[in-house]
């Protein structure tokens, strides 16, 4: 059975049988296969011919012996040059196939081929593919289950949405979770394969990096200082604490490396007064939270760090672009924008007191605008939701609700 992702098929389906060029990016095992999977029954239920549909998948060894681009050309033309009518091209990791943009750019001129491609690499958008296909190409970046996909995935085993919640929080959003067992042994096993693979196929191959070993510990202390401002500088520092030395320029390489994979995403603070991108002390949040427990194991004591990670994934996963607030020296969670929209968001566990009701609220009452202000915990004793302009939800409320 597949599950559709409703939310991103909503967003490419204006594109289909358009001249434009599909590209699907994301982290291994977020579901870009099946995504590419629902666009073909999509297509299939409107009355396209199966024999006009062309799927490559290079995870599959049936497909070894397309290595570039002319290997593709050939394989197509070989298996496909008597159909008529539009030929409906699906690539999956098409990274793997060298020089691949040079047919895409041949094929998409053409106008015979709608063409959807997959990859796990931001490089897939270098400068080279852009300058080819400039304004020929959309991306949809597939991230991991939202809440509400998540809930959708688990079906008749729904118990409630705290239940869901707390599996949610433990073992994140990749939906191949969904084929195991629901136990810390099997889950965090199969999302260490994950992790394992994202390390060795994408970067250590992938660069040529030849210190495993350190590479494996900055990506730990990314992962282990969710939402905390960090800079290659005191990378450096807590590494030659440990032992280790390290420059500033291999650390900022490696931070790239992450950030092209998808495991990781860097967060810019943005200066509301002076209106503009702060250069330093970025904030990095990981793109699976199970992926982060697998290695870290699950930690109650990470749970303030664990709800901003999960707000920050839905704000990307809703189409905002989110950068951290920094207004006179306070601090704000989230700037989201989207076109002509925006909302600043606060992140807590729970409002417990006066002083952490004061730190959470401060901040957005002394920025002089209108848009909407929120703050998001896991208090469920809210009564009064509305402060001075600022709304009070609770997380998973905002999590399922359609505040998109």
Known sequence: MIVKRQIYYDRIKTFIDKPII?????MRRVGKSYFLKQII??????????????????????????????????YIESNYSSINGKKYLFIDEVQEIEQW??????????????????????????????TLIAGRYIEINIYPLSFSEFIEFQG?????????????????????????????ETVFQYLNGIYSSILVKDIIARYRIRNVSLLEKILNFILDNIGNLLTANNIAKYLKSQKNVIYSDTI??????????????????????????????EKYYVNDLGL?????QFRNDDIAQILENIVYMELLVRGYKVNVGNHAGKEIDFIATKQNEKIYIQVSYLLASEKTIEREFTPLLKIE??????????DTNIIANDNKGIKRINIIDFLIDSVR
């Open 41 to 74: 029954s999509e297509l299939i239920s409107s009355e396209i011919d199966k024999s006009q549909i062309i799927f490559i998948d290079k995870e599959d060894i049936r497909f070894d012996s397309i290595q570039n681009y002319k290997q593709l050309n050939e």
């Open 22 to 26: 599909k590209i699907i990016t994301g």
């Open 292 to 296: 982060r427990h697998s290695i870290l």
């Open 156 to 184: 008749e085993n729904f118990v409630s949405y705290q239940n869901s919640f707390e599996l949610y929080i433990r073992y994140g959003g990749l939906p191949g979770i969904f084929h195991l067992e629901q136990t810390d």
């Open 101 to 130: 943009e040079k047919l895409i750019v041949s094929l998409n001129k053409s106008e015979k081929y709608d063409i959807y491609l997959s990859g796990s690499n931001a490089q897939l958008l270098s400068s080279e593919l852009a």
């Open 252 to 281: 900022q390489n490696y931070l790239n490396y992450f950030l092209k994979t998808y495991i990781v995403h860097k967060v810019q603070r943005y200066d509301i007064k002076g209106k503009k991108l702060l250069e330093i002390n």
């Open 369 to 378: 605008d209108n848009y909407p202000k929120f703050v998001l915990s896991m």
